[in-house]
């Protein structure tokens, strides 16, 4: 029992392409990097969020389960 090789490998993923697609893949590697990206500009800051916007407030009122929020499209 030794380490996989690069046979192995390639199937593995092949398994993997097939089963969620390209696309999906690409969504996953987007998000991923956008993830890092946020991580890092956070680090970088102090901790303070890039984007004020991102926000989320909550409204005073009876509920106090009440979130508002203010969703942007996504481009």
Do not use: C, Y
Request: aromatic fraction near 6%.
């Amino acid at each position: 029992m030794g380490s996989f090789s690069i046979w192995h490998w390639l199937v593995v993923l092949v398994i993997v392409v097939l089963i969620f697609g390209t696309k999906k893949l690409k969504n996953i590697g987007a998000d991923l990097g956008g993830a890092v990206k946020g991580f890092k500009d956070g680090v970088r800051d102090g901790g303070t969020p890039a984007d004020p916007t991102a926000q989320v407030t909550t409204q005073k009122s009876s509920d106090t389960n009440t979130v508002d929020v203010e969703a942007k499209t996504k481009s």
